[in-house]
């Protein structure tokens, strides 16, 4: 397991992060996974035996049991506090009332301590937004989180799902307003969704941020498992629950330029889907989920997999995205001005 700085921090992060989505069994989540106590403690143990430190999980996840397993499980285990970084999330819904949902001050305020309780922890090492809210402004939100950083009660923050744009206003008021900024960015990224590559990418480059891909393997569609035109496996997430949205067609072309890769490297699809993600300088660590034990041994074996030049070349191509306006124009202007840093 190699460790990488959370974006321009000086906390380090393993490169796979376990993802808790499966733990708990309410609401439409059972979809997702329903593991116990004892399954979550069972997963963590082999998690951090296998060197990861960064568990990721988000108060709206079965209704905030997936954050009360997990504190459960860190207890049971007698892990340290200090051996863990721990990451959640607020926007989604915790209650009926209209302002149990989203980005405003109070909702923030109000979620943070709730997680704490849940979790049974003082603080969170990373707090994340989990989205756009609409209604709140952005000033708003970040003098919230701000207050949760100064009152001690998360480290750092992050965003999930925003567009660039967002984003980039949102450090722009952080550095201008004095307060606590983005270090981090968790979006849905995987060999057939590239999407994040035309802006997010770039702006986490030029500003610091830590890239945290989230379903990299789109929700089972990429793990070797399903076949086009197929139902799938029974019982599978994805005949469940058809998320995330991609491209189908992409990803199949996907999924049959990896087969040949993992037959000839006697390991499974799914840890080339990810061995791939692993190999971009701009990913710092990748949340991977599982069901049962034996998808979390399969996934953790990736990072043992370095995928020669040749197949990376191979999948970088199958995977690539059509160029949108303006990047077209972008990449047709700028041929005469640098290529790989020197002035043609």
């Known amino acids: 397991m190699r460790y990488k700085r959370l974006g321009g921090t000086g906390l380090y992060v393993s490169e796979l992060c376990l993802g808790t989505m499966t733990y708990g069994g309410k609401g439409f989540w059972e979809v997702i996974g329903k593991l116990g106590l004892d399954a979550v403690a069972d997963q963590l143990r082999l998690a951090v035996d296998a060197g990861l430190n960064f568990v990721d999980t988000a108060d709206i996840y079965h209704e905030g049991e997936s954050e009360r397993l997990l504190g459960a499980a860190i207890a049971k285990l007698g892990l340290a506090r200090d051996s863990l970084v721990v990451a959640t999330k ?29 979790l049974k922890m003082d603080h969170v090492d990373l707090y994340q937004i989990h989205g756009v809210d609409p209604v709140t402004p952005m000033e708003e939100t970040l003098d919230a989180l701000d207050q949760v950083v100064r009152a001690g009660k998360a480290r750092y923050i992050g965003f999930c799902n925003l567009p660039a744009y967002k984003a980039a206003k949102a450090l722009g008021l952080s550095e201008r307003r004095g307060l606590a900024r983005f270090v981090s960015a968790q979006m849905f990224y995987a060999i057939a969704a590239r999407d994040i590559e035309r802006e997010i990418v770039p702006l986490a480059a030029e500003e610091g941020l830590g890239i945290l891909p989230w379903s990299p393997l789109a929700g089972g ?89 040749d197949e990376l070349a191979q999948l970088d191509k199958v995977s690539a995205l059509p160029l949108e306006y303006p990047g077209w124009m972008v990449e047709f202007q700028a041929g005469d001005r640098f290529v790989d840093g020197s002035v043609k």
């Open 90 to 118: 607020v926007r989604g819904r915790s209650g009926p009332g209209p302002n149990h949902v989203g980005l405003s001050r109070g909702h923030i305020l109000d979620a943070i301590d709730g997680s704490l309780r849940r």
């Open 221 to 309: 569609l990429l793990s070797g498992k399903f076949k086009e035109g197929e139902e799938g496996p029974s019982g599978a997430r994805r005949t469940q629950f058809d998320f995330p949205v991609i491209d189908k067609a992409r990803a199949w072309a996907c999924v049959a330029a990896m087969r040949p890769i993992a037959a000839s490297r006697g390991v499974s699809v799914a840890q080339v889907a990810l061995a791939w993600l692993l190999s971009r300088p701009h990913v710092t660590s990748v949340i991977i989920g599982a069901r049962t034990q034996e998808q979390l041994v399969d996934n953790l074996a990736a990072t043992n997999l370095a995928l020669s030049a």
